[in-house]
């Protein structure tokens, strides 16, 4: 595969893939119960709503008690999964999770949607940029931020099997289709493009905008090692070393706060295993406002264009 195969025309929202996801996993499995903060429309989880009534539990806004109920239910070996936005997810019920979640390694699979910039008008005090900080600190957590449609449906199913907790954060606006559907390994990176210039490193929403940024790039004659790290924690630390050891540097590209997420992990992999030069595409420690998500991402230096300025910059860092 290389980016050239990639040419999408469907749009969808990655909230959708969890939602048809956990419609099919409630019919596969009679364990998988779904509990939801008075967001049911938002998160897509009417069709499991409808299908299975008595292993749904609408909470109202009530966060904290939800996940405290999703903890108590895998005691009698349900799998539940959580839905909110994903700034309830974690910064409201920090505390809960913490506790009875990640200390108490419960099987709780905490489901957050609306996450980053591309939330769009609802911003600032909704448009969370830290939650991936906050859910990777945590031991026993395996954090998720896929790319499109199929690959959260994908992980949503994968999840389902993986013991433990886990943190899948995904969005809401329509955004192109082009990950498999079915191929999805939690902690495996996938490979998008082989190049020898530099290495570009995507997750969620960002991956998209890395493919057109490595095809803008290549027109300068510059090839681009392009993955997707679709699994935060456990990061794949492998993929990681043999692309920077070919290329010699690395841009780090995520719809999230430069501190604490995407960019950090793969640091700490590079500065003890094998040290190159580094750029950063990401929030520059600072909150969202309300606006329109293409927008958003243009404002505040998460364009197709800033990775394309961040690959140039590291290449001539790199020498």
Same mark, same amino acid.
């Given at each position: ?12 929202? *990655? ?18 119960? &779904? ?26 806004? &009530? ?20 839905? =909110? ?70 992980? *949503? ?24 559907? =079915? ?39 510059? =090839?681009? !090692?392009?993955?997707?790290?679709? *699994? ?6 492998? &993929? ?6 070919? *290329? ?18 793969? &640091? ?37 264009? !800033? ?13």
């Amino acid at each position: 595969m290389s980016i050239h195969d990639l040419n999408p025309t469907d749009k969808k929202d *990655t909230r959708s893939g969890f939602g048809d996801a956990i419609l099919e996993l409630g019919k596969e499995d009679e364990r998988v119960v &779904a509990l939801c903060a008075d967001l049911t429309g938002s998160l897509k989880m009417n069709g499991f709503a409808n299908e299975f009534p008595d292993r749904f539990f609408q909470t109202g806004i &009530a966060e904290a008690n939800m996940m405290g109920m999703a903890a108590g239910l895998t005691i009698g070996g349900k799998i539940p999964f959580t839905g =909110t936005f994903a700034n309830f997810s974690t910064g409201r019920v920090y505390d809960q999770i913490r506790q009875s979640i990640a200390y108490s390694q419960k099987n709780v699979k905490i489901c957050a949607s609306h996450a980053g910039l591309t939330l769009g008008e609802d911003g600032a005090t909704h448009q969370i940029l830290e939650d991936i900080g906050l859910m990777r600190m945590l031991p026993n957590m395996t954090v998720i931020n896929p790319c499109d449609y199929n690959q959260t449906f994908a992980a *949503t199913k994968a999840i389902k099997d993986h013991e433990g907790p886990v943190y899948l954060r995904f969005g809401r606006p329509s955004w192109p289709i082009f990950a498999s559907k =079915t191929s999805f390994e939690i902690g495996k990176a996938w490979k998008i493009n082989d190049g020898k210039d530099v290495t570009i490193i995507a997750t969620g929403h960002m991956v998209w905008y890395a493919v057109l940024a490595a095809k803008e790039l290549e027109k300068l004659g510059i =090839t681009v !090692d392009l993955l997707n790290i679709h *699994t935060i924690k456990p990061i794949d630390q492998e &993929a990681i070393l043999d692309s920077v050891s070919k *290329t010699g540097c690395v841009v780090t590209a995520e719809e999230h706060n430069r501190f604490g997420g995407l960019g950090e992990a793969v &640091a700490q992999v590079t500065s003890t295993n094998h040290p190159v030069p580094q750029e950063f595409v990401a929030v520059n420690d600072s909150f969202g406002e309300s606006g329109k998500p293409t927008d958003l991402l243009k404002k505040y230096g998460l364009d197709v264009s !800033d990775i394309v300025k961040a690959a140039q910059k590291v290449l001539h860092r790199k020498g």
